[in-house]
């Protein structure tokens, strides 16, 4: 499976310090309107309840390949979002049911704040529901 | 601005062990106190003590321990009552405010609530002071009334009046609000209610713990708080009610503690307060509530008010400095609860990089989403100050602010 992009976040913090790594996370937050997301996405329906910032993830399918795109009104859970959901796009069904939370524990997230790394947890899980995997 | 000599911040946090330790390797900054403070030792100590030396069921036992947990329970009732003015007779234990105004709204609700009354709240209400009284409509068809507030985050009293019809059976409000810190006219409240002869109940989970509360001066009906809040434990909570008016209701939950007879054909209950503390209560945590209360008092309500007001004149002197800050509740009457945004940055993100200096902030709608959309925001960051708060504190949330808005560009 590829999971290149996840493979180079994970080595990317792990040569960090903490604070590093969070300026590292505002830095994607910031750079993560790359690729825009459509504005007209951000509806309710793809809101991810249970956060202090809103999240929007959106989720397609292509060639039996699953692909997300994240958006957050906060930058630092924009930065956050968008490595999870590069982290984890392109997969099969298989492999996405396959990621667990100790592929977010892996990210060193932990020290940053344990609420983010609460947060990443929700977003797999619900990235998952939303794949229906 | 020149400090309050005789208050001796330094001494007081020597006595709360968790001031002393580090976050992310910073000194802790704690400016969450309006969402639960922190305990001093004496409570600690208080607890601990209970369970190692004194502990047994209360109210039940004939045997020795059972008698001396019973007198340190019911003595703990009798320091709440007199902080706030009343008679052990209507000091009712609950597991917190949020329980409190549950058992008002069933048991009032029961007994004087049919459908088409009128319940009066407020756009300025703490979730736990609207949910109960919507579930009131969905059950008993009632109806709930919100009084408006204005820019500043004031009550908008002419409103209030408006609303007091005569279907009005019930005005619940703030004392304080926990997003803005307005501390409402409750005298003006109550008259202007019971000229009407309508009760008035307060959510005091912010008003207990910056200022003095005398519930007999005011003449209010019901009188709800949290310990957590007061420098004790959670998991005890306060509601107050006059002696009248909580006889005349019905029991909250049923079980053992709370009749006075027990037979196949039916039970009688025991008066207020017993009537509706039904089952073992929390013991050790209103042992604590008893012993923060003794603390405060020590200390002294209006000099813990004075010392907060100096901080939050000086945290608002200095945020609004800031380009770009917007302080959300600038009520003329306002204690030490301080929300605010910065234009273009997220809540969030300020309160992370606050976070990550150590400062403790909250940040959200703080359980009032209604009145967040009120004042026209989505989320706030919420600073709290509480007794042990200093003048170098603030300074390190207006130093977090600024890193804040350099890192995001604002
Ligand atoms: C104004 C107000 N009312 C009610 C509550 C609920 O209190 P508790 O969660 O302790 O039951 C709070 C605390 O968050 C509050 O600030």
Redesign the interface.
């Known amino acids: 499976m590829s999971m290149e992009l996840y493979q180079e976040y994970a080595d990317a913090l792990d040569m960090l310090d903490d604070d590093m790594r969070f300026e590292y996370i505002i830095d994607l937050g910031k750079t993560a309107n790359e690729v825009p997301f459509p504005e007209d996405f951000m509806r309710d329906e793809n809101l991810m309840h249970g956060c202090m910032s809103r999240v929007w993830i959106i989720h397609t399918v292509n060639d039996g390949k699953h692909n997300f795109i994240g958006e957050s009104d906060a930058v630092i859970v924009k930065g956050l979002v968008s490595m999870m959901t590069k982290s984890f796009s392109g997969l099969t069904s298989e492999e996405l049911a396959g990621i667990t939370l100790d592929h977010v524990r892996k990210l060193n997230l932990g020290a940053l704040t344990t609420q983010r790394q609460v947060g990443m947890m929700a977003m797999l899980k619900h990235m998952q529901k939303l794949a229906a995997v | 601005m020149t400090s309050n000599l005789a208050y001796d911040v330094q001494k007081i946090r020597a006595d709360f062990p968790i001031l002393s330790r580090e976050v ?1 390797g910073k000194p802790l900054v704690f400016l969450d106190s309006a969402a639960s403070a922190q305990k001093p030792r004496q409570v600690i100590s208080a607890m601990v003590d209970v369970m190692e030396n004194d502990y047994a069921n209360v109210h039940r036992g004939a045997h020795y321990l059972s008698q001396v947990a019973t007198d340190h329970f019911e003595s703990a009732r009798e320091k709440v009552a007199r902080f706030i003015n009343a008679t052990e007779d209507e000091v009712i234990f609950t597991r917190g405010g949020t329980e409190s105004m549950n058992l008002v709204a069933s048991c009032f609700g029961q007994a004087h609530l049919k459908g088409g009354d009128q319940v009066v709240t407020s756009v300025m209400e703490h979730h736990a002071n609207i949910v109960p009284w919507q579930m009131l409509e969905g059950s008993k068809g009632i109806e709930v009334l919100f009084v408006p507030v204005d820019e500043r985050g004031v009550l908008d009293m002419a409103a209030f009046e408006a609303l007091l019809g005569p279907k009005v059976k019930l005005v619940s409000l703030a004392h304080v609000s926990n997003v803005l810190g307005t501390v409402n006219p409750v005298e003006d409240i109550i008259a202007l209610a019971h000229s009407k002869g309508i009760p008035v109940m307060l959510d005091g989970c912010q008003g207990i713990t910056h200022g003095s509360v005398d519930v007999k001066a005011l003449d209010v009906d019901f009188y709800v708080f949290s310990g957590h809040k007061l420098y004790g434990p959670s998991g005890i909570g306060v509601l107050y009610g006059k002696k009248g008016l909580l006889n005349s209701m019905p029991p909250y939950q049923g079980g053992g503690d709370m009749i006075e007879t027990v037979t196949l054909e039916g039970t009688t209950f025991k008066e207020a307060p017993h009537r509706f503390e039904a089952g073992t209560p929390a013991i050790v945590e209103a042992i604590g509530l008893g012993a923060a209360i003794d603390y405060v008092s020590e200390v002294g309500m209006d000099a813990i008010a004075a010392h907060e007001t100096l901080l939050l004149e000086q945290a608002m002197a200095k945020l609004s400095a800031i380009e770009g800050m917007q302080l959300i509740g600038t009520a003329p009457n306002k204690v030490s609860v301080l929300s605010f945004n910065v234009e273009g ?5 300020i ?2 990089v606050l ?2 200096q150590g400062v403790a902030v909250r ?2 709608q703080h359980c009032a989403e209604p009145l967040i959309k009120a004042m026209g925001y ?2 706030t960051v919420r600073a709290s100050f509480g007794m042990y708060n200093t003048l170098e504190e603030v300074d390190k949330l207006v130093a977090g602010v600024e890193k804040a808005k350099k ?2 560009g604002a």
């Open positions: 992310y940055i997220h809540p969030l993100d309160a992370t976070d990550r940040v959200g989505e989320a890192m995001f």
